[in-house]
T-cell receptor, first 116, second 111 residues
Framework: EAGVAQSPRYKIIEKRQSVAFWCNPI?????LYWYQQILGQGPKLLIQ????????DSQLPKDRFSAERLKGVDSTLKIQPAKLEDSAVYLC??????????????FGPGTRLTVL | EDQVTQSPEALRLQEGESSSLNCSYT??????LFWYRQDPGKGPEFLFT???AGEEKEKERLKATLTKKESFLHITAPKPEDSATYLC????????????FGKGTLLTVNP
């Protein structure tokens, strides 16, 4: 079974530029998550989708971050404009369904963003 | 506010030297506690889910246990390939599978 796919793996940009990350979840997984992991910290949830609807985006900096999950499969996360403090690894995860009795999250390899 | 504290921050062991990692948590009600392993440059890899106090799960040299306030990840006779960061996360009751992670424990096993 293929895992969660993310691209690109690495990205270096100047501050105030924009950047986009792509995620393809495990086939059949209805729930998709975007996390931000700063060096030395655990992942922090940015946004959670159930199919193509947003379940939780309370920790998403909406003035600069946006995300969408069209057609309930792939998702993109965008930052515009980027700040130095956005340097982090952006992880995508997916799980079966919010209604499932066991709903472990499976993570992709992440995109390491460096903002100069 | 839900909190997860992992200790120690870093642990260095000799091959074969057993030890335990701790995850203490503060949450209004616990739906589940998750352990993940993270290798450098990779995403977290799912290890265990524990749902109730007294529950134990095992996988190779790892055993996870859960009490009402903390969880332990016991590593028996570790090997160098067990070197990684181990992350603990809690899933509170009533949340939509919104995990709160600890900062992790960096485990290094020397040959």
């Amino acid at each position: 079974e293929a895992g969660v796919a993310q691209s690109p793996r690495y990205k270096i940009i100047e501050k105030r530029q924009s950047v986009a990350f792509w995620c393809n979840p495990i086939s059949g997984h209805a729930t998709l998550y975007w996390y931000q992991q700063i060096l030395g910290q655990g992942p922090k949830l940015l946004i959670q989708f159930q199919n193509n609807g947003v379940v939780d985006d309370s920790q998403l900096p909406k003035d600069r971050f946006s995300a969408e999950r069209l057609k309930g499969v792939d998702s993109t996360l965008k930052i515009q404009p980027a700040k130095l403090e956005d340097s982090a690894v952006y992880l995508c995860a997916s799980s079966l369904d919010l209604g499932a009795s066991r709903n472990e999250q499976f993570f992709g390899p992440g995109t390491r963003l460096t903002v100069l | 506010e839900d909190q997860v504290t992992q200790s120690p921050e870093a642990l260095r062991l000799q091959e074969g030297e057993s030890s335990s990692l701790n995850c203490s948590y503060t949450v209004s009600g616990l739906r589940g506690l998750f352990w993940y392993r993270q290798d450098p440059g990779k995403g977290p890899e799912f290890l265990f889910t524990l749902y109730s106090a007294g529950e134990e799960k095992e996988k190779e040299r790892l055993k996870a246990t859960l009490t009402k306030k903390e969880s332990f990840l016991h590593i028996t006779a570790p090997k160098p390939e067990d070197s990684a960061t181990y992350l603990c996360a809690v899933l509170p009751l009533g949340s939509n599978y919104k995990l709160t992670f600890g900062k992790g424990t960096l485990l290094t096993v020397n040959p």
